[in-house]
């Protein structure tokens, strides 16, 4: 129910938010010289930026287990509401399944797209379990794992990609 221009309670409503943000804004501005004596004091920018950090293969593997979590997630959720989809409108998807299952080109790649997060986020879990029994906290080992990651996930995507399974 939208309300009329005129009437006492829009009146009332508009009044009220300008009491409200005349208060707002008060602070805001109170607040404004302490901000700017505390950055002028610094000399510095509030916060850095990306750019002055060296990217390590840590921070690489950590950005990309995050990732492959949150893409299989996806995955799985938007794999489990289309098979949901298609029981429930009777669809058949059968030739979608076997134009991929007969292509030489698709179907390495769909299972490369399958395998990778499986097997990124499969090892990278298996370093955080090691982690958490406090092994491998120095520089080095943190290098060569996430390392170790990156090629074995390569790997073993390569080798599920191109591997051929009997029914």
Do not use: C
């Amino acid at each position: 129910m939208a309300l009329a221009r005129g009437s006492s309670v829009a009146r009332a409503a508009a009044q009220a938010a300008a009491a409200q943000g005349g208060v707002l804004a008060r602070a805001a501005a109170a607040a404004q010289p302490l901000r700017e004596a505390s950055s002028a004091a610094s000399k510095r920018p509030l916060s850095p930026h990306l750019t002055i950090y060296k990217f390590t293969p840590n921070m690489i593997s950590s950005t990309t287990f995050r990732g492959t979590g949150i893409a299989m997630t996806v995955r799985w959720r938007g794999t489990a509401a289309g098979a949901i989809a298609l029981m429930a409108t009777g669809a058949q998807a059968e030739s979608a399944f076997m134009v991929v299952q007969e292509s030489m080109l698709l179907k390495p790649l769909v299972k490369a797209a399958i395998a990778f997060p499986l097997t990124f986020h499969f090892l990278g879990g298996i370093r955080h379990l090691a982690w958490d029994s406090l092994w491998g906290f120095d520089q080095p080992t943190i290098t060569s794992s996430a390392w170790g990651i990156l090629y074995g996930s390569a790997g073993l995507t390569a080798l599920l990609a191109f591997a051929e399974f009997e029914e």
